[in-house]
């Protein structure tokens, strides 16, 4: 009798089910993470005073650039959840596969979000900490809940956010800003556009579907394309002005200059051929690229 009441008792009790770890840690976002810590820390790399400052605070300053940016994606998958159930692409995230209450995904970012910009304030700076707190709030309230579903320049103004990393990370170092870390923001900042465009050219039913209104939605992809190509025509001098300005060696220039001279190349193949293997080719390009210039940025 007692145990059957106890048992009438816990199967009354709504108990919800318990979260993965593993959605915890797509929520972060971890192939985007992976790109925003790389160009954090070749930021920190060439910072003046780099090598004088402790271990510690570097590993510190790299995972709080991290946390703060899988943070921010954790905050755009909850308030995106709607258009994630209905992409593709999307539609296996923890979220709109029901595996996650989007309260807890939310609490979450805020809270990982909140503790990665004091953490970096109090550990650091807070140079550094100010950039990460208005990087992650460009991302969530000017990109994910404004620009994204309301133009199709979503992706070149809400780009800039995905451009501050290695900004922080020279910050992290210096306690400023200077002329070398707004090159390595641009240079991500006009790399966007097209890298981003080139998914949406092979992903452009499912932002369709979503009712984003993408480039490729709104103008077409002719126009997309010959925007895409003179992206990459504007990004070439800007990724070579760091050696023109000496900031770096000749080697780098060159490297530079063949990296870029490359993805100028994709973008033209892009704009000359409707086959979506030239966009799919100039995508997979653009990720090769952007760590190839930034280990440039580093080692050369």
């Known amino acids: 009798m007692v145990s059957q009441v106890v048992y009438t008792f816990d199967s009354d009790v709504d108990v919800r089910p318990e979260t993965p770890i593993s959605d915890y840690i797509a929520l972060l976002k971890p192939k985007v993470m992976s790109l925003v810590v790389f160009t954090a820390v070749a930021g920190m790399w060439v910072a003046p005073g780099a090598f004088d400052m402790h271990p510690l605070l570097l590993v510190i300053a790299t995972l709080c650039i991290a946390i703060g940016a899988g943070a921010a994606g954790a905050i755009n998958m909850w308030y995106d959840r709607d258009i994630d159930a209905v992409m593709k692409r999307t539609q296996g995230r923890p979220l709109p596969a029901g595996t996650m209450p989007a309260d807890e995904a939310l609490g979450f970012g805020v809270v990982l979000s909140l503790g ?17 707190a208005f990087a992650n709030a460009f991302y969530v309230f000017v990109y994910t809940m404004w620009l994204k579903r309301s133009t199709p320049q979503n992706i070149v103004i809400g780009g800039a956010a995905g451009a501050f990393p290695p900004m922080i990370g020279w910050a992290a170092v210096t306690g400023d800003v200077s002329v070398y870390s707004t090159l390595l923001f641009m240079m991500i900042f006009l790399w966007t556009p097209p890298h981003f465009w080139a998914l949406s050219l092979f992903a ?30 504007i990004l070439l001098p800007v990724t070579m002005a760091p050696y023109f300005l000496g900031f770096e060696g000749w080697l780098y220039g060159l ?34 690229y952007l760590f190839a210039l930034f280990l440039a940025v580093m080692l050369l």
């Not at 990665?116 to 550094?128: F, T």
């Not at 209104?213 to 002719?222: I, L, Q």
Request: proline content about 1%; hydrophobic content about 55%.
């Open 116 to 132: 990665s910009v004091l953490m970096m304030g109090v550990a650091v700076n807070w140079v550094a900490a100010g950039l990460l």
């Open 204 to 233: 452009n039913e499912d932002y369709k579907r979503a009712k984003i209104p993408m480039m490729t939605v709104t103008a077409g992809a002719k126009s997309t394309k010959l925007q895409m190509f003179v992206y990459t025509l």
């Open 255 to 288: 490297v530079s200059a063949v990296l870029s001279g490359f993805f100028v190349v994709t973008a033209w193949q892009v704009m000359r051929h409707d086959d979506l293997k030239y966009a799919r080719a100039m995508f997979g390009y653009s990720v090769f």
